[in-house]
């Protein structure tokens, strides 16, 4: 039986298949990255103008001594809070309680002087209508009840004022606060003839905050206002600007009371172009003082419809701000958008993006434009790295439970 010969251009041919196909090396599969994804979402988004301002008093009353006199007792501890009419000094009222009780005596007397007046007209009157006084005598009666009246009225008057003196030698607090530091020792001369302010007390519940708004925040504040009768009304008390006033306290944290804008001033600077507002807050724990530097923020405006997107899905090159999207079919596109506001609630972005698209957040480190990257929630991302370092943590304990086996 003959052995089946192949020709020899088949069997080249087999040969070189046989070698292609052992040196063809193995198809390389590319894995998407994981990334995390955030959907672009569109909200109403606040506009607050951030402004430096200061604290000030609500009242601010100047003490100061109405009459002259030595100060014989400061009665307050300086920087304590005061009710109103609280003692704070007593002023030497010797000189003024003689002349009190001088002008006592005076009104006695001429008190006496009067009843006699009195008594003598009544006496005139019926003999000058029986005839039996002549005229003259009864007008000289009259005139002399009418000076006596007189003289009492002005003695009364006199004591009044002298008493009223007397009484500004105690020294009381004018109003609710925190007194100031004493202006003036004991022993001292005030009044006109030596020094007239003894001191200030100043009302900070409620406090006071101003700050400076420019003209541009202004007219968004204004636009706010929609109807003209909550114009008017804005106007008539006072403030052009409406709206609530958020304050930091010097620890950066916010105050927890909100403020009201309660004036504004109706001109502009013209170097800084500027205007000053005014808002007062609740102060019942005196958290604030008089003279305080913060940071005010009040709410200009909105935008609707907004598309905001975190801040940390945004980074920054030469060519502007840009995303890293993951499109519909798992590729990422590196894309450049513009941003028209930044605040709490994230990037408000005014072209480049669509609501319902996915940015990434967090692994933009590990793609590129082009690539396929596989989209994944922080929670799906946080359940797989959960998962990850439970299964390394097995490995490593059977690890080590093999190393002690061989061990023993």
Not at 103 to 123: M, T, V
Not at 331 to 357: D, N, W, Y
Not at 365 to 383: F, I, K, N
Request: a negative charge; charged letters at 25%.
């Amino acid at each position: 039986m003959m052995a089946t010969r192949f020709p020899l251009s088949l069997t080249l041919l087999a040969l070189a298949a046989l070698t292609l196909s052992g040196c063809q090396k193995p198809q390389v599969t590319i894995e998407p990255k994981l990334v995390v994804v955030e959907e672009v979402q569109t909200a109403t988004v606040p506009l607050y103008g951030n402004y430096v301002g200061v604290t000030r008093a609500s009242l601010d009353v100047e003490v100061r001594a109405r009459i002259n006199g030595f100060v014989e007792e400061r009665i307050f501890v300086e920087g304590s809070a005061v009710k109103a009419g609280d003692p704070l000094y007593q002023i030497d009222d010797k000189p003024y309680l003689a002349v009190v009780n001088r002008l006592k005596a005076k009104l006695a007397s001429q008190r006496s002087i009067l009843e006699k007046a009195q008594r003598d007209a009544d006496r005139l009157r019926p003999l000058y209508e029986q005839d039996a006084a002549s005229q003259l005598d009864y007008d000289n009666a009259l005139s002399a009840l009418s000076q006596a009246k007189s003289n009492l009225a002005a003695s009364k008057a006199e004591l009044e004022e002298a008493e009223l003196e007397l009484s500004y030698t105690k020294i009381q607090a004018p109003i609710d606060g925190l007194v100031s530091r004493s202006e003036v020792d004991i022993g001292a001369l005030v009044g006109s003839q030596g020094q007239s302010l003894l001191t200030r007390v100043r009302q900070v519940d409620p406090i006071y905050v101003n700050f400076n708004m420019s003209a541009l925040d202004y007219l968004n504040a204004r636009r706010r206002i929609v109807s003209e009768r909550a114009k008017r009304e804005a106007e008539t008390e006072g403030k052009t600007v409406e709206g609530f006033v958020r304050i930091t306290l010097p620890d950066n944290s916010e105050y927890r009371y909100w403020g009201d804008v309660s004036f504004t001033d109706p001109s502009v600077n013209p170097d800084t172009g500027t205007f000053e507002v005014r808002a007062v807050l609740p102060n019942p724990d005196r958290e604030l003082l008089p003279g305080q530097y913060t940071n005010a923020r009040i709410k200009l405006s909105e935008l609707e419809n907004a598309i905001v997107i975190p801040q940390k899905a945004t980074r920054v090159d030469q060519g502007g701000v840009y995303v890293m999207v993951v499109l519909p079919d798992n590729k990422v596109e590196r894309r450049f958008i513009v941003i028209e506001h930044q605040g709490e609630e994230g990037v408000v972005v005014k072209s480049g993006l669509r609501a319902g698209e996915l940015v990434i957040i967090e692994g933009m480190h590990r793609v590129q434009h082009g690539q396929l990257a596989e989209p994944l929630t922080a929670e799906e991302y946080q359940s797989r790295e959960d998962a990850k370092e439970k299964a390394q943590a097995l490995e490593q304990q059977q690890i080590e439970q093999q190393q002690a086996q061989e061990q023993e």
